[in-house]
């Protein structure tokens, strides 16, 4: 396989913060350039009270903390300004429509080649406040144009996501993962939260022409490994497995 470059955006399971799954698979991709703009505590779903879109548009990286910009559309603004020659305006073109953002948020820098593979594993935490509740609107969402995707559930900002990525980077394979089963008396975290989390990115790679990982049915972690084994976040053994599952899945697609 040729060398690659190689994206991965998510929670704290891909992020160098916390579990570090993200780059552990561009290694064994044998990847040559690397962004990990995933964080901990991410979720995929932009903060909302009612209609109104809380969640501020930044390039800064947050720390491993539940907070309104630590959501999966500023990582995705992060890989843009990665791509962006150095000192030029972030740009990209959706749906037969210019999107820019304000040079007062950043301008490009030019510190990455357009990703080969983007792998994006995100949606544990959303649903861990009100303002990024987990709502099934996949029907609603499907219908919308990009213009109006909200962002405001995780269907859509999942396609936004997507569609953003593939419009800015269209040489790129991109690959989703649904969510790890966990071990947690958490709402949010619960097996039928987790399977509705997983038909929502499910239908939502199908839409959009994403490639789907079913980490959550097939990578080994379940609910009975996870007790002992991280609950949330796989310790070490596991962070390997899925490791190497997440890595197989991806190579036997690109060959």
Not at 38 to 58: K, L, M, Q, R, S
Not at 158 to 165: C, D, G, S, V
Not at 229 to 236: A, F, Q, S, T, W
């Amino acid at each position: 396989m040729p060398p690659m470059t190689f994206c991965c955006l998510g929670d704290s399971i891909t992020s160098d913060q916390v579990t570090g799954i993200g780059t552990v698979v561009a290694r064994k991709l044998h990847a040559a350039h690397l962004l990990n703009a995933a964080c901990g505590y991410a979720t995929c779903t932009d903060w909302h009270d009612g209609d109104v879109n809380i969640t501020p548009i930044t390039l800064i990286e947050p720390p491993n903390t539940n907070t309104a910009d630590n959501v999966l559309s500023n990582q995705v603004r992060r890989v843009l300004q990665s791509i962006t020659p150095a000192g030029e305006i972030i740009r990209w073109t959706a749906d037969g429509a210019d999107y820019a953002l304000n040079p007062s948020v950043g301008l490009g820098t030019g510190t990455l080649p357009c990703p080969d593979v983007i792998y994006i594993a995100i949606s544990t935490n959303d649903g861990n406040q009100p303002y990024n509740a987990v709502t099934d609107d996949f029907e609603t969402v499907a219908r919308q144009s990009y213009a109006h995707l909200t962002r405001n559930s995780l269907a859509s900002a999942l396609r936004w996501a997507i569609e953003t990525l593939q419009a800015a980077c269209p040489g790129a394979r991109i690959f989703v993962a649904t969510p790890l089963q966990t071990y947690t008396d958490l709402p949010h975290m619960s097996h039928d939260s987790g399977l509705l989390k997983r038909r929502l990115v499910t239908d939502v790679c199908r839409l959009c022409g994403a490639e789907c990982i079913d980490s959550f049915m097939e990578s080994g972690f379940d609910r009975t490994v996870a007790k002992d084994h991280g609950e949330v976040h796989p310790d070490e053994e596991w962070k390997e497995r899925i490791a190497c599952y997440v890595t197989k899945k991806i190579a036997s697609r690109l060959l």
